[in-house]
């Protein structure tokens, strides 16, 4: 079975902080993708990293897949309220009885002002 | 609004009881995804069906079913129920069977077994 362990669990933060959360595992995932998801909400996804290496940004957020494709961090620089929410990171497992995606259990983050 | 429709968004029911939840996917895609999420367990996959057909299928108990329909609309049958049942229960959509490019998330369904 593949797993995808998340850390932190919880993280609490000012406004203006930076921060960074992991995802790992022992498997290799052809790609890996971050979720938000907001109480009462499904997920929604941030990005989709592919390539071992490979880092994307999206404003303050940076994403990065590990060169082995088994794991990912998400850096958030001068975090802000409105980032408060479950971070989810998911791997993209092709095949098999566990479906596509198999996902972390996530971070939750909160940002007080 | 993502585009992926779940009604209803509440649900209470007791024990033993039977429902259905409903998932019209976003326009454009074919595949749908079933997912259960716990407190505990966080987002577990229960299923997915492609253009009608099941495609994956995850640690979705008996007491359990889906379907998708030619509309590619999909209902999750959920029997028996008992109070471990009680979760979040989402449906995402796909273009493609494989999810390459992410999932739609519905809002989900609460569900609430008394």
């Known amino acids: 079975t593949q797993l995808l362990e998340q850390s932190p669990q919880f993280l609490s933060i000012q406004e203006g902080e930076n921060l960074t959360v992991y995802c790992n595992s022992s498997?290799?995932?052809?790609?890996l993708q971050w979720y938000r998801q907001e109480p009462g909400e499904g997920p929604v996804l941030l990005v989709t990293?592919?390539?071992?290496?490979e880092v994307k940004k999206l404003k303050r957020l940076t994403f990065q897949f590990g060169d082995a494709r088994k794991d990912s961090s998400l850096h958030i620089t001068a975090a802000q309220p409105g980032d408060t929410g479950l971070y989810l990171c998911?791997?993209?497992?092709?095949?098999?009885?566990?479906?596509?995606?198999?996902f972390g259990k996530g971070t939750k983050l909160s940002v007080k002002p | 609004d993502s585009g992926v429709t779940q009604t209803p968004k509440h649900l209470i029911t007791a024990t033993g009881q039977r429902v259905t939840l409903r998932c019209s996917p976003r326009s454009g895609d074919l595949s749908v995804y079933w997912y259960q999420q716990s407190l505990d367990q966080g987002l577990q996959f229960l299923i997915q069906?492609?253009?009608?057909?099941?495609?994956a299928k995850g640690n979705i108990l008996e007491r359990f079913s889906a379907q998708q329909f030619p509309d590619l609309h999909s209902e999750l049958n959920l029997s028996s129920l008992e109070l471990g049942d009680s979760a979040l229960y989402f449906c995402a959509s796909s273009v493609s069977s494989g999810g390459t490019y992410g999932y739609t998330f519905g809002s989900g369904t609460r569900l609430t077994v008394v």
């Open positions: 069906y492609y253009n009608g057909e099941e495609r």
């Open positions: 990293v592919v390539t071992g290496g």
């Open positions: 998911a791997g993209m497992n092709y095949g098999g009885s566990q479906g596509n995606l198999i």
């Open positions: 498997s290799v995932f052809s790609s």
